[in-house]
């Protein structure tokens, strides 16, 4: 997706350079990224980097708060697993209790057990979706703010992609 955000990039400040700002209307409705169509035209409606790059950067806030949310909901499925092991332990030890064979007591703990591996496995693996997703969004909302940036600087569309690709290499 970083890709393709840089090819539209480049697209637009090729057509903008070799065109000027009014020639990329065209483009913009065929844009598939809604915050490039969004940037596309205020740049068109005058508005300068002053003004769009912190839309964009609140819109990445907003994004990352909602991450949080999922992260917090995520906390209290995982610590929820554990008790449902315990639960399934406690009926165990009743039953076997009641049997009068100590022995099969031991037994027991397995449900425990397994639910504490399966609260580490979803821990890590749901940490890692979260993580993924983040750094993903971060990467977008950087390429665009300084694709946007350079844009409206007129930095040479070529290098403005070099610049663009770096950063996702860096990333």
């Given at each position: 997706?970083?890709?393709?955000?840089?090819?539209?990039?480049?697209?637009?400040?090729?057509?903008?350079?070799?065109?000027?700002?009014?020639?990329?209307?065209?483009?913009?409705?065929?844009?598939?990224?809604?915050?490039?169509?969004?940037?596309l035209?205020?740049?068109?409606?005058?508005?300068?980097?002053?003004?769009?790059?912190?839309?964009?950067?609140?819109?990445?806030?907003?994004?990352?708060?909602?991450?949080?949310?999922?992260?917090?909901?995520?906390?209290?499925?995982?610590?929820?697993?554990?008790?449902?092991?315990?639960?399934?332990?406690?009926?165990?030890?009743?039953?076997?209790?009641?049997?009068?064979?100590?022995?099969?007591?031991?037994?027991?703990?397995?449900?425990?057990?397994?639910?504490?591996?399966?609260?580490?496995?979803?821990?890590?693996w749901?940490?890692?979706?979260?993580?993924?997703?983040?750094?993903?969004?971060?990467?977008?909302?950087?390429?665009?703010?300084?694709?946007?940036?350079?844009?409206q600087?007129?930095?040479?569309?070529?290098?403005?992609?070099?610049?663009?690709?770096?950063?996702?290499?860096?990333?």
């Amino acid at each position: 997706m970083p890709v393709q955000l840089i090819n539209s990039i480049y697209e637009i400040s090729a057509l903008i350079r070799k065109d000027g700002l009014l020639a990329t209307e065209s483009l913009r409705k065929d844009l598939k990224d809604p915050w490039l169509q969004y940037a596309l035209k205020k740049m068109i409606d005058g508005f300068d980097k002053n003004a769009i790059v912190p839309v964009i950067r609140n819109e990445h806030l907003r994004y990352h708060e909602q991450f949080l949310i999922v992260e917090a909901y995520k906390e209290r499925v995982t610590s929820s697993i554990a008790l449902f092991g315990m639960a399934g332990s406690l009926a165990h030890i009743m039953y076997f209790l009641s049997k009068d064979d100590p022995t099969l007591v031991a037994a027991s703990f397995v449900p425990f057990l397994l639910s504490l591996f399966m609260q580490f496995v979803f821990s890590a693996w749901s940490q890692s979706q979260i993580d993924f997703q983040l750094d993903q969004s971060r990467v977008y909302y950087a390429i665009l703010e300084n694709g946007v940036a350079g844009i409206q600087d007129g930095i040479n569309s070529d290098i403005l992609r070099d610049q663009l690709m770096a950063r996702i290499s860096h990333a």
